[in-house]
């Protein structure tokens, strides 16, 4: 009864007695370990070229980073040098003015005029543009209101202008002062 109970695949006495079968191609332990060793010198090598790898890049990044650094300083530095330049023909002009012994007022007048026009030339390269905002409606992004005055026209309306405003690629760098029509009614 107990032979039933027993396991079919489990060892017999019999099994225990009969021969093991060859194990495949046993490697001698000296040359296993020969082997492990050339394994772990070749993954060593290749390791310490990925690290060396790893570091030329940092370097790279960090010169890169460095020149990055170096040119936004040297661009902020000579970032006024165009119009710097620009500039120095005005200067040169009012010098000039100044140093006329026998000017008329006319003379000085029509030479004033043409500095102006350079001037004017200047600010159109650098995109620098007027703001005259006569009859416009009143915008407190561009426009400073220095005070607010009766008048037929419409409420809240450039009536005149006291200093005209500048805007740098259409941003204000000075506001134009103002002065508004005052509601009727106030």
């Known amino acids: 009864m107990q032979d039933q109970k027993r396991d079919p695949n489990a ?7 009969a021969p093991m079968p060859e194990a495949a191609e046993e490697v001698p332990p000296s040359s296993a370990t ?15 070229e990925h690290h ?3 570091l030329r890049a940092a370097a790279e990044a960090e010169n890169v980073r460095k020149r990055a650094q170096e040119d936004v300083a040297r661009a902020h530095k000579f ?3 165009k ?8 200067k040169d002009s009012l010098e000039a003015a100044l140093a006329t012994e026998n000017a008329t007022v ?18 159109e390269r650098q995109q620098i543009r007027e703001i005259d905002p006569a009859g416009q409606k009143f915008d407190p992004h561009r426009h ?5 005055l009766p008048s037929e026209k419409e409420p809240n309306t450039v009536i005149n202008v006291l200093q005209k ?6 941003r204000v760098i000075r506001p134009a002062l103002v002065t508004v029509a005052k509601p009727k009614d106030a």
């Open 83 to 90: 119009f710097a330049t620009e500039l120095l023909a005005v």
């Open 52 to 54: 060396e790898a790893w």
């Open 11 to 17: 060892p017999t006495p019999e099994d225990a007695a």
């Open 106 to 123: 006319e003379n000085l007048k029509s030479g004033v005029e043409l500095t102006l026009k350079q001037l004017a030339t200047v600010f």
């Open 165 to 170: 405003g500048y805007t740098l690629n259409d």
């Open 144 to 148: 400073e209101a220095i005070s607010m």
């Open 34 to 48: 020969a082997n492990l060793e050339e394994a772990l010198r070749q993954a060593e090598a290749k390791a310490q």
């Open 79 to 81: 970032a006024l040098e």
